[in-house]
């Protein structure tokens, strides 16, 4: 064998490989991950609850290793996580770490099923008043491109704005009284 030969040989067989594993990679819907805050408004120093969700679009095809990371911006202290189920045994195991005093935490989930969704529910404070836009990192896997990363935000007041008692009462009758008027001029 000459070497041209060779040479048009290790292309040939090059082109092939990355012509397969084009394929392969492009089979596989990338992962899909959401972020929310609830409440999304909150007083100066209030909790909220963040939720965020990695689903698998593949109606059949696993993905393994569901990776993202989230870091708080300014104004976002993260306090402990509440609960979820990416990382636990529901998605073959994984890997959580969460770390309050640099406000980041992240995820790896070892096999996230066809059609499965996992969530990570954190709690959070409001610190600075305004409103504060959290995005996470794409979510990866080994089977598919990067997802999209996915954003969420969580407004802080100076303070909520509630009716006492008192407050509904008067609103109360001055709607009757309102509801009266109307009936009388009809």
Do not use: Y
């Not at 995005?135 to 990866?140: D, E, F, K, L, Y």
């Not at 935000?153 to 008692?165: A, C, M």
């Amino acid at each position: 064998m000459n070497q041209r030969s060779s040479s048009l040989s290790i292309v040939t067989a090059v082109l092939i490989s990355a012509s397969v594993s084009a394929t392969a990679f492009a089979q596989a819907a990338s992962p899909v991950i959401t972020k929310s805050f609830t409440p999304a408004l909150v007083a100066l120093n209030g909790n909220s609850i963040g939720t965020i969700t990695v689903t698998n679009p593949n109606a059949a095809l696993p993905l393994t290793n569901v990776q993202f990371s989230d870091v708080m911006p300014a104004g976002i202290d993260l306090i402990t996580q509440t609960g979820g189920t990416c990382s636990t045994l529901a998605t073959g195991g994984g890997i959580f770490s969460i770390n309050p005093g640099t406000d980041t935490f992240s995820s790896t989930s070892n096999v996230l099923a066809g059609g499965q969704s996992c969530t990570i529910t954190i709690s959070v404070r409001g610190t600075i008043l305004g409103a504060h836009i959290n995005t996470t990192s794409q979510v990866t896997s080994s089977e598919a491109a990067p997802g999209a990363a996915a954003s969420g935000t969580l407004t802080v007041v100076n303070d909520l704005p509630t009716l006492s008692g008192w407050m509904l009462i008067t609103l109360a009758a001055a709607l009757a009284v309102t509801a009266a008027i109307r009936l009388r001029i009809s």
